[in-house]
């Protein structure tokens, strides 16, 4: 399966789904800190993590690796930005969600602050998940130390080309070579999981649905 019919794939189901599935496949959370989530609108960012790694700094320089990669990351992107989980300053802002905006990024998750939410809501409705809200610069605080590498977000390990899978119940990550057989599992937890609401609403009993599919 290409990378355009898994991320088509994983737009059509359950993010608490893929987080499970990951669960069972991979042997580990398949989800980020719950602290992080959605800042603009609840709009569903589902595509390939292309990854920026933030470090202390007291130079007054720009994010530059994050900059270079929204003009040379494909459209569909989901920009994923780590910075160890600082939350008082803002690692994205208007300007950074203009130029994904006009690259065609999927949106943003951020294991930090996201600020100018005003501008962001008005002008492009660019969907932004983030640890917070902040007015704080990186300026003499911290630096991009590179991109597209290994970084960890929310508690989760991605690498680049993971799928993104994040909404208003929060954010999963699947690991690209196993992102087959977690769509797979997803699928078949979203019809089984319809298929005893169903029954639960018709039989009006709880514990008979249960019961039957030995799922909560």
């Not at 019919?5 to 893929?18: M, W």
């Not at 951020?110 to 939410?117: A, E, F, S």
């Amino acid at each position: 399966m290409d990378l355009e019919e898994l991320v088509e794939g994983f737009r059509g189901v359950a993010t608490a789904s893929v987080a499970d599935s990951v669960d069972k496949i991979c042997g580990r959370r398949g989800y980020m800190d719950h602290e992080l989530r959605p800042r603009i609108n609840e709009k569903r960012i589902v595509g390939p993590a292309v990854t920026v790694l933030e470090g202390p700094t007291t130079e007054f320089v720009p994010p530059q690796h994050a900059l270079d990669l929204i003009d040379s990351a494909a459209p569909g992107s989901v920009m994923v930005i780590a910075i160890g989980g600082e939350a008082n300053v803002a690692i994205w802002g208007g300007l950074m969600t203009a130029g994904s905006y006009a690259r065609g990024l999927a949106g943003a998750v951020l294991d930090g602050g996201v600020r100018d939410i005003y501008e962001i809501r008005r002008d492009y409705d660019f969907p932004v998940i983030a640890r917070s809200v902040s007015p704080g610069t990186t300026l003499g605080r911290f630096k991009t130390l590179g991109a597209n590498v290994p970084v960890v977000c929310g508690g989760i390990e991605v690498h680049p080309g993971d799928i993104i899978v994040g909404d208003a119940d929060g954010v999963a990550v699947v690991p690209r070579a196993q992102a087959e057989a977690v769509l797979g599992m997803a699928q078949e937890i979203d019809k089984r999981e319809l298929e005893q609401a169903r029954l639960i609403v018709a039989a009006r009993s709880l514990k008979e649905g249960l019961a039957k599919y030995g799922r909560i």
